[in-house]
């Protein structure tokens, strides 16, 4: 019922936008955050969240680390790259401009 | 993260499993506190948190998918997991590795030493080009001849000159070479002057012998050496002004020993060791420095005659042309019994071993190809067994979405490593045994030598072999598991035995039947070795020693005589002798014999003996006497024949005083002896007639000495020889049961190899028909519980269990002696007064085989008989 299928497919642009806004943050971090913004309309299956992190890590797109929280527990946290900005760039460019054109169609249909 | 951290990763998979853990764990736990905060209880939190996290399992097997190569990961998973389950089972695992190993090392080393008898090529120019000269021998069944003499060697090579450069080359021989002050025995092989040139062998250092070095007798003292040779000897460039000594013994007994020296003129390539592969001559020299008399003597065959054909010339027209030139040649020298020339390929080398060895390492490779057949099925049995047992697992793992691609890849996994670990067993047992087989090939106290290292080709063929292995082994219970239905399985419990049996059975068959073929050919071979071994000679086998001296002759006939009377009073001498040589030592002396008065004229063996031979060696007089003193004078004529001269030449009568003419001398019978192998053991023994041995001129003499222990006493009448006679040199100490042994060589190995691989074969079906009828037993549980719930007895359930594999094992023998039979023909010219009808060659395998799958199926039988009905059906 949250449309998972969308959150999926702009998930890695989420979830660049974020760290490249926020800074470093770990997968916990960056579901809340996600919540915070769009106001739990994009809450969906939290856990697929993981998997798409990984892959963008294996595509060099964010870099990751083990850092230890304030609460003294270890965390896996997630920083862009610079091939991963170059990335967002792009990304973000074609989501925008299919947004616009649905949003044209929407109008005038 | 690249390929390389994701290849790492596969063998890291314990961190891999633990980071992800720990990060979907610190979601939870995060989520969980922030719940706690908003009013949960920690269960409802936890609960609450696991919820919105949606899969784990499926989150952390994806992150796991992207940070490894899945596919490596499977593979390694399943080693992993194979190797465990192999370990549970360690006497099953090991019996299937062992036979694996068994067969593989025998395939391998028949293998090996196949290919560098037979199927290697020289490492010469074009080996493909060259071609050897054979001729069909006059004894009906005998291989073809190879050696030429002389005369015929020249007009065939004159006669060609257009068509196809010819040369000839001498039997390897043993020779003492001195080089400055250190001595050698060596291989030295005669060769005429382009011989090398013609190989297209090529010179490390100076150069090679050329046409020039043989033109004329006698009178180009010069050599080549090998590569080895040089390094041995220094390897420095300076040995090409250094002369080498030797001494060429004499052919006959009437003509010196000569001395000669030979210049170093240069070193050959490096790897080339003759024409013969098994043989390394270390040394060539030209033709025209062999024995004078070898280019005189008519009947004097020493050449072998290889060659290249020019390039437009078919190996037909050579034949053709050969053949022309023998016919004009026969003109000219009727008594020449050669009726055909062949012209045959010399790609691999024309070799003494391989001619007398082609055909058991054939067999040799087909008894091993056999057996790795056995132990295929029989592992193959084996892991259908064990896969039958764990169909529950395999449906298990298959309903919870394992894919058939999954499970045969684990089982293929499975039986690859029994296949691989084999297979290292195998190439060490391999490498063991070929040396071993090789030293056995060459008689005593000649040095076989054979470049058996690992090659690529064997390399290949292992692999090759391997592959096969693991398929044979894994493919037949990989594909029946994963075509199995789950839910079938895992509802029907234990009960689905049906169709496993029905792969068994074929199985079992092919077993039995591949060993019955194994041990029916051993039985032949051994039977025939037995025969051979306790065949009766004409003479003694054992107890007699041969010392060859050197330089007898020329003491004269006082001295010689001295000596064996010193000989023959030494303690433990029973009798001594003289003769010109040993029986069965490859020499031989054919003479013309015509009877006084007829027209026909016959030819005989000759043996020149001093008195007592026949004492000595145990050739028993029939009539007349045996040589005395005086018989040893210039002019005495007796002489003494053998059953087989006087049945061809007087039959039905009284030899003793007959008279005969032999080469123009009028020679008188003063005895008979009985029948003695002359030549080769495996024939009948020949007309021979024994003349007075004179020691005169320059000639040798065999001491033939007759004692009980003459092992032990050989070394010490060797030390009272030298005593009594300084001047005579015992250049040879031969004991009569090393000479025999030598010859029976090719025999021996074949029955060794036969009783060792009659053995593993027993061993695997033994194996084999063990697993299966446990597995038939295990499967069979509840209904033979049930049998005996309903009253059946002890036995009439044993004759349940076993009456199933009995037919089967019928079969198996059945078809394993039609195989018998048919290997049997192939083996026939090997065995000597056996034929594979023979009733004890059938019985010999059956009979071996019955006590053996008797022996493997009394455990489970008995298992059988003693269930308790009640604990069988509650076995579900």
């Known amino acids: 019922m949250n449309g998972s299928d969308s959150v999926q497919g702009a998930l890695p642009l989420l979830v660049l936008k974020i760290i490249s806004r926020r800074g470093p943050l770990h997968g916990y971090g960056i579901t809340t955050r996600i919540e915070e913004i769009s106001e739990e309309m994009l809450s969906g299956e939290e856990g697929s969240l993981y998997p798409a992190l990984h892959r963008m890590e294996e595509s060099g797109w964010v870099s990751a680390k083990w850092v230890i929280t304030e609460n003294k527990r270890r965390a896996r946290v997630y920083e862009i790259t610079a091939a991963g900005r170059k990335q967002l760039k792009e990304i973000e460019g074609r989501w925008r401009a299919v947004t616009a054109a649905v949003g044209q169609v929407l109008q005038r249909a | ?876």
């Open chain 2, 1 to 876: 993260m690249s390929w390389f951290s994701r290849l790492a990763n596969v063998f890291r998979s314990d961190r891999l499993n633990h980071d992800l853990e720990n990060e979907i764990r610190f979601h939870l736990d995060s989520r969980a506190a922030e719940f706690g905060r908003r009013g949960m209880t920690p269960a409802e939190a936890a609960r609450a948190a696991r919820r919105r996290l949606g899969n784990e399992s499926l989150a952390r097997e994806t992150s796991r998918d992207v940070k490894l190569l899945p596919w490596l990961d499977s593979i390694v998973r399943d080693t992993r997991y194979g190797s465990r389950m192999l370990c549970k089972s360690p006497i099953v695992t090991a019996a299937a590795i062992l036979s694996l190993a068994l067969a593989i090392g025998a395939c391998t080393a028949a293998y090996s030493l196949i290919d560098a008898l037979i199927l290697r090529p020289l490492p010469v120019r074009d080996p493909e080009g060259l071609v050897y000269l054979t001729y069909p021998s006059d004894r009906p069944g005998a291989p073809e001849g190879d050696s030429f003499n002389y005369p015929l060697f020249e007009r065939l090579r004159d006669a060609s000159r257009e068509k196809v450069e010819l040369f000839g080359v001498s039997w390897p021989r043993p020779r003492d070479v001195t080089l400055g002050n250190s001595t050698e025995k060596i291989r030295v092989q005669f060769v005429s002057g382009d011989a090398l040139a013609i190989l297209g062998v090529k010179s490390a250092l100076g150069r090679l012998l050329n046409a020039e070095d043989d033109r004329y007798l006698g009178e180009s003292p010069v050599a080549v050496v090998s590569y080895e040779f040089w390094m041995r000897k220094g390897g420095h460039p300076d040995i090409l002004s250094q002369l080498l000594d030797y001494i060429e013994p004499s052919s006959t007994t009437r003509t010196n020993n000569t001395k000669r020296r030979l210049q170093i003129v240069g070193v050959v390539q490096r790897g080339f060791t003759g024409v013969e592969p098994g043989v390394k001559v270390d040394a060539w020299i030209p033709n025209m420095m062999f024995s004078p008399e070898a280019f005189t003597i008519a009947d004097w065959e020493w050449l072998r005659i290889l060659g290249r054909p020019k390039s437009h010339v078919t190996r037909e027209q050579a034949q053709h042309l050969m053949q022309q030139t023998l016919l004009d040649y026969r003109h000219d020298h009727p008594r020449d019994f050669r009726k055909q020339i062949n012209v045959r390929s010399a790609a691999n080398g024309p070799s003494v071993i391989r001619k007398a060895f082609e055909r058991p390492l054939w067999i040799l490779a087909i008894v091993a190809g056999l057996l790795l057949l056995i132990a295929g099925s029989n592992v193959a049995n084996l892991l259908v067994a064990r896969s039958a047992a764990r169909e529950q697992e395999m449906a298990l793992r298959l309903s919870i979405g394992a894919g058939s691609r999954r499970l045969v890849q684990q089982l293929l996994i499975e039986s690859g490593l029994l296949a691989g670990m084999a297979c290292l067993l195998g190439v060490g047992f391999a490498h063991a045994v070929g040396p071993a087989v090789v030293s056995r090939l060459l008689p005593t106290g000649e040095s076989a030598y054979l470049d058996l290292g690992l090659n690529w080709r064997a390399l290949g063929l292992l692999a090759l072999i391997g592959a096969s292995a693991t398929a044979l082994v894994g493919l037949i219970p990989a594909f029946r598991s994963s075509s199995v239905s789950p839910g079938d399985v895992l509802k029907a419990g234990s009960n689905r035995h049906s169709t496993r049996r029905g792969l068994l059975r074929p199985l079992v068959a092919a077993q039995v039947a591949f060993s019955v073929t194994v041990l029916f050919t051993g039985g032949l071979l051994l039977l025939s070795f037995q025969k051979l071994s306790t065949l009766d000679l004409g003479f003694f086998r054992s107890g007699i020693v041969f010392f060859d001296l050197d330089g007898l002759c020329e003491r004269g006939q006082p001295a010689a005589l001295q000596l064996l009377d010193r000989v023959r009073q030494f303690p433990e001498v029973q009798a001594a002798a003289y003769s010109a040589w040993a029986l069965l030592n490859d020499n031989q002396w054919i003479s013309k014999v015509k009877i006084p008065g007829r027209t026909d004229s016959g030819q005989t063996y000759q043996l020149g003996v001093s008195p007592g031979f026949f004492d000595t060696m145990g050739i028993r007089l029939l009539e007349g006497r045996d040589f005395a003193r005086r018989d040893l004078g210039p002019n005495a004529s007796a002489v003494v024949v053998n059953e087989a001269f006087a049945r061809s030449l007087f039959p039905g009568q009284s030899v003793v005083g007959k008279q005969f003419d032999r080469d123009g001398d009028l020679l008188e019978i003063v005895g008979l002896v009985r029948d003695a192998k002359y030549l080769e053991i495996r024939e009948t023994p020949p007309a021979t007639i024994y003349v007075p041995l004179r020691a005169q001129g320059d000639g040798d003499a065999v001491l033939t000495v007759r004692a009980a222990d003459a092992g032990r006493i050989a070394p010490l009448l060797r030390q009272e020889i030298l005593r009594a006679d300084p001047s005579v040199k015992v250049s040879r100490v031969t004991l009569q049961t090393t000479l025999i042994d030598n010859l029976l060589v090719r025999d021996r190995l074949l029955a060794m190899l036969s009783g060792f691989f009659g053995m593993v074969a027993l061993l695997l079906v033994a194996i084999g028909s063990y697993g299966v009828l446990s597995y038939s037993v295990v499967q069979r549980t509840r209904e033979i519980g049930i049998r005996m719930a309903l009253g059946a007895r002890a036995f009439q359930v044993i004759r349940l269990v076993i009456s199933e594999i009995a037919v089967t094992v019928a079969l198996g023998v059945v078809a394993g002696l039609a195989g018998g039979f048919v290997l049997g023909h192939y083996v026939t010219s090997l065995l000597f007064e056996v034929k594979p009808g023979h009733a004890a060659t059938v019985l010999f395998p059956l009979l071996g085989l019955m006590l053996v799958c008797l022996f493997a199926a009394l455990p489970p039988t008995l298992r059988a008989s003693r269930l308790n009905p009640v604990a069988a059906l509650r076995q579900e």
